[in-house]
């Protein structure tokens, strides 16, 4: 949208194993729309013709182009065609799949767990109707979740609390209580903005399950275009809010007690998802539950897209050349070492807003916070941009196991926060 700043230009092209930072500038092509406001980059392409023509001609062949974008929508899909290159993404069409309620209509056509709830809901009168059913059929349940059918990291989900419904007649008291027991994870959307929400897209209901040692996983695939369906990564997910619903940060990989299991789940998700013509990246999610025999697995979203642990993943594989072994769960280098990496792009601080993209890489530079090529390890910034606007940066931090990782983020963190600290 607006121009990016040379030193971060830099410091990504630095990062590039065998090739000359001088080199990699002159074959990368910016275009800049020069437009800050709150539009999607993409439809301020579609608004300047000449913008669009410029990336046309630098294209080139549009035979060996493609376009790749976080989410595929009907603008995307306008800007391909107009571009004259597919869109590796999901046909807009096919987005329904990923919603809320099309996600429960997939987990139970792949025939695996799944909280107990309703989908299609349309207004307050069908999500009244579903929580009394909801509660009808487990009485001892405490609470239950409400997710619009295309919330985004958690933010179009509720909480509420059935604290005080009596057994008899619990619709009526359901439809009383129903603002005032409903906690809502977005921070700026009120109960009314809410339900208006419901009734333009729609939502679900589901058992709220929780319980100690509760875990949130994720399994990341895809499907080629040629029609393979394959496995990219797991993840534990770390989630924040109200009531922790909100994606916060990630480890890589899942945890090995389970990372299997919910590798074969979700492959069985995306044999569904390959049938009904999906192309491109997806996500699963689970959450998962400690029992006596192992753990309990429910699946509870599809994400249709590219995700918070995309890039993360995408930046360990180039800068290490290595593989993920879905037989083991692990990452291998091509000297059969593994790697883990724990990943936010959430680490925030007004003292921030301080620092420079130059002041931060001579922070980092200082305490050699770097990624080391030769022992393919460190750490690497994004959303460098944020840091003076917004106070914010993500961090993803590479070592060889979730230990190490997760000590080397919190040593990082320490670092930029005593350099905001000394400005």
Request: aromatic fraction near 8%.
């Amino acid at each position: 949208s607006t121009s990016i700043e040379p030193s971060i230009i830099d410091y990504y092209l630095g990062l590039l194993p065998g090739v000359s930072r001088e080199d990699a500038r002159r074959r990368l092509v910016l275009f800049s729309a020069d437009d800050a406001s709150p539009q999607t980059l993409t439809q301020k392409i579609l608004e300047r013709p000449r913008l669009l023509e410029r990336i046309r001609i630098a294209i080139g062949d549009p035979d060996i182009a493609h376009l790749t974008v976080f989410n595929s929508t009907a603008c995307e899909r306008t800007l391909a065609v107009r571009l004259g290159i597919p869109l590796y993404g999901c046909d807009p069409a096919l987005l329904e799949i990923g919603g809320k309620s099309g996600s429960r209509q997939a987990f139970r056509e792949a025939g695996i767990p799944l909280p107990d709830g309703a989908e299609d809901l349309r207004d307050t009168l069908d999500l009244t109707a579903a929580l009394a059913d909801l509660k009808g059929r487990n009485p001892r349940l405490a609470r239950a979740v409400v997710k619009l059918n295309h919330g985004f990291s958690g933010e179009g989900n509720a909480v509420f609390s059935y604290a005080g419904c009596p057994e008899d007649d619990p619709q009526r008291w359901i439809a009383a209580h129903l603002p005032l027991n409903l906690t809502i994870e977005a921070r700026d959307l009120r109960w009314e903005r809410f339900a208006a929400k419901l009734a333009e897209s729609g939502g679900i209901v589901e058992a709220w399950l929780s319980g100690d040692g509760a875990r949130s996983p994720s399994v990341q695939l895809r499907v080629t275009p040629v029609g393979d369906l394959e496995m990219i990564s797991t993840h534990d997910q770390i989630l924040g809010g109200p009531s922790g619903q909100i994606f916060q940060a990630c480890t890589f990989p899942a945890d090995p007690t389970y990372a299997l299991e919910i590798q074969r789940l979700a492959l069985r998700v995306g044999e569904v998802l390959k049938r009904r013509g999906v192309l491109g990246r997806f996500g699963v999610d689970f959450v998962s539950l400690p029992g006596d025999d192992g753990w309990d697995h429910f699946a509870i979203e599809i994400n249709l897209r590219k995700g918070g642990t995309t890039h993360t993943f995408q930046m360990l594989q180039f800068l290490t050349s290595g593989r993920y072994d879905a037989a083991r769960a692990e990452f291998v280098t091509p000297d059969g070492a593994t790697r883990c990496y724990y990943a936010t792009d959430n680490v925030v601080n007004a003292a921030y807003r301080r620092l420079t993209p130059e002041d931060l890489i001579e922070v980092t530079d200082r305490h050699d916070l770097h990624f080391d090529a030769a022992r393919q390890c460190g750490v690497v910034f994004n959303l460098i941009g944020a840091l003076s606007e917004c106070g914010k940066i993500g961090v993803v931090a590479i070592d060889e196991d979730r230990a190490r990782a997760q000590a080397l983020f919190r040593d990082t963190v320490r670092v930029l926060d005593d350099g905001a600290a000394r400005g």
